[in-house]
């Protein structure tokens, strides 16, 4: 995306004053949905958002909702002066009216449980005003990465509930719930152990009624009025689901309500309120905003959830302890690559008739190279000659390392794991493996072995799908000489850096010209790496944040330096080091990809170093070469 404009600086001045100019240009560079788009809540949070700058807006509109349209409450700010059959016209008009630096879109869908396209995109996804069923669904058609608000107001009351990322009770572990088990889970003793009756209420009013009230559609399909029998179920409705949720009254604290506030809470549960609207529109923008402009991973009011009680004016916030969780995943949502260097590791081989992996050497290297700089590790690489490995090997490989990391110290280092296939089914399923065995990301050549069958269009399919479907973030790995020639063309990688799960590119095409297009989409969460690291300098000049560099495995702290001199401004230094570095590794280039093992065994001292066979070991000649390189640096 392009760099701010003056008239968006301007604009924008005092938010960028306030947040920081990196912060406006995630805001304006995301793609926020929002389903159910005519309710109140719904306007006011698009409002906000339109207003903050959010770089898209898709409006999602069930066909059914334009029939019977009630324009009431915060809904009437951006619909009147006409029917139901402008209404949208109305809606997209007074919206773009608010900033026309914003992209809106509106998609009508025959029901919100359908699949849209702009999920595929979305930063984030708010649905509102729905029933728990419809949550469900649409949680269904996102990537696991990709965060779900579910919110709505029931007259005086209200609800936030994130699924897809919140985080739990201990407020680091990240989990992708399902909305069926955060509403029957229990919130934590902490939680239950209050004392002052305003805390009480604000913690159990809303939640309550609004767990009652969807419990009740589904008993009776109807709305609950203010018949003396609706009102009695209800009221046994709501101490069934407090007596469920563990609240148990004492002589410190009453129940939330008694048969007296449940019938005067019964005729606002189908009144739309505007300062409802508002107040949870704005706090639903404000948490938006934050997590888009990386705040924090997810939400800053409700870990869980969080409900509203207008009659006393609080919000209250739960940390609900779940009895099952779902892909517990370590690093950052939508995880942004880390600035600097990481290092491809050879798979080191037993010098026995099988050739048995050297688990041991494998993961020890891993380790000696994080501790001298590089930022990360890439398993199942081309250096690790992934074509010879086994599934199982390659697993085994992936878990050793991600144990030796972690048990000494560095339980934050990220691991890339190579998943490269011949099918999108196979890419995927090696995907789901990658995140058992602990890996952070994928990395993924295309298919290659009906390369001449293989449009832009269809190459740009299957990293859609494999992104879509994998539980992990993808890198395109872009390497024609091993792919049969196939290259993604710019504007398709373009395309592709916009879906919420495809994190980067390793750019062993070597295209400088192309990493300048592509070094502009860092707005996206797109990050380019080169492929090599002997033009290290010049790939961070036009954009890139580092490499994936074999010579990370044999000069760590050469290729650390170099990248520290040219983020240090130190360009004389970086430039006088970057020399060296292309001298060594254009020497070590010499013996392909055996070289680089061999050449990281001369530096740690491994016993073996031998590719597997039928690829012939390095020469003498080239073992002596690279001693006498290594000696140089």
């Not at 009740?216 to 009221?235: A, C, G, M, Y």
């Not at 129940?255 to 739309?272: K, M, Q, R």
């Not at 995943?329 to 880390?338: E, G, R, T």
């Amino acid at each position: 995306m392009t760099s701010i404009t003056d008239a968006e600086a301007n604009l924008y001045d005092r938010q960028i004053r306030l947040w920081g100019l990196s912060a406006q240009n995630k805001i304006r560079s995301s793609h926020v949905v929002i389903v159910n788009a005519l309710r109140g809540v719904a306007c006011e949070v698009a409002k906000n958002l339109v207003l903050a700058g959010v770089g898209k807006l898709s409006l999602i509109v069930e066909d059914g909702d334009l029939n019977h349209l009630q324009v009431s409450g915060s809904t009437a700010i951006f619909i009147r002066d006409g029917d139901s059959d402008d209404a949208l016209t109305q809606l997209k008009k007074n919206m773009s009216n608010l900033n026309p630096h914003v992209d809106i879109q509106i998609h009508t869908v025959s029901s919100y449980k359908d699949s849209v396209d702009a999920y595929k995109s979305a930063n984030v996804v708010m649905a509102t005003d729905l029933h728990p069923s419809s949550y469900t669904a649409i949680q269904a058609h996102l990537n696991n990465l990709t965060p779900l608000y579910a919110v709505g107001a029931l007259g005086l009351a209200g609800y936030v509930i994130l699924l897809n990322g919140s985080i739990d009770a201990n407020g680091d572990q990240k989990q992708y719930k399902q909305l069926a088990d955060v509403l029957t889970s229990k919130p934590g003793e902490t939680a239950r152990k209050m004392r002052d009756k305003r805390e009480l209420l604000s913690k159990w009013r809303g939640w309550l009624l609004v767990l009652a009230w969807w419990t009740w559609l589904d008993q009776h399909n109807r709305p609950v009025t203010t018949d003396e029998s609706d009102i009695e179920k209800f009221h046994q409705l709501i101490l069934t689901k407090a007596n469920e949720a563990g609240i148990t009254q004492d002589q410190d604290m009453s129940l939330p309500f008694n048969t007296a506030e449940v019938a005067s809470a019964i005729p606002s549960l189908n009144t739309s309120i505007a300062p409802v609207h508002a107040t949870l529109g704005g706090f639903m923008a404000q948490d938006i905003i934050s997590a888009i402009s990386s705040k924090h991973p997810g939400s800053n009011a409700a870990w869980n959830w969080l409900s509203y009680d207008a009659t006393i004016g609080a919000f209250g916030r739960f940390k609900l302890y779940l009895q099952r969780l779902y892909f517990p995943y370590h690093q950052p949502l939508q995880m942004a690559l880390q600035r600097g260097n990481y290092a491809p590791i050879p798979t080191f081989f037993n010098d026995d008739d099988a050739q048995s992996i050297d688990v041991n050497t494998s993961a020890t290297h891993a380790l000696n190279i994080v501790k001298a700089g590089v930022v990360g590790i890439v398993c199942q690489g081309s250096t690790a000659e992934w074509v010879t490995l086994s599934t199982d090997e390659k697993r085994e490989l992936t878990r050793a390392v991600r144990n030796t990391l972690n048990s000494n110290g560095y339980k934050s280092t990220p691991i890339i794991a190579g998943i490269s296939a011949q099918s999108t089914q196979q890419a995927i399923e090696l995907s789901k493996l990658a995140k058992e065995d602990g890996a952070q990301a994928v990395l993924s050549l295309p298919p290659t072995y009906f390369a001449a069958s293989l449009t832009q269009s269809a190459l740009t399919s299957f990293y859609d799908a494999l992104a879509t479907h994998s539980p992990l973030p993808v890198l395109i790995y872009s390497f024609p000489s091993v792919s049969n020639g196939l290259v993604l063309s710019a504007d398709s990688i373009i395309s592709l850096a916009q879906h919420t799960n495809i994190i980067g590119i390793k750019q062993t095409d070597h295209d400088i010209g192309k990493m300048v297009r592509l070094g502009d989409l860092h707005n996206s969460n797109f990050y380019t790496l080169a492929g090599a690291s002997n033009y290290l300098t010049a790939a961070l000049a036009v954009g890139a944040i580092g490499s994936i560099t074999g010579a990370a495995n044999y000069a760590p702290e050469l290729v650390t330096a170099v990248q520290r001199a040219h983020d240090g401004g130190d360009t004389e230094k970086a430039l006088q080091l970057q020399r060296k570095l292309a001298a060594l590794e254009d020497e070590v280039g010499k013996g392909g990809i055996p070289a680089i093992k061999l050449a990281s065994a001369v530096k740690y001292g491994y016993k073996h170093a031998l590719p597997r066979h039928p690829v012939p070991a390095c020469t003498d000649a080239v073992r002596a070469s690279i001693t006498e390189a290594l000696k140089k640096v």
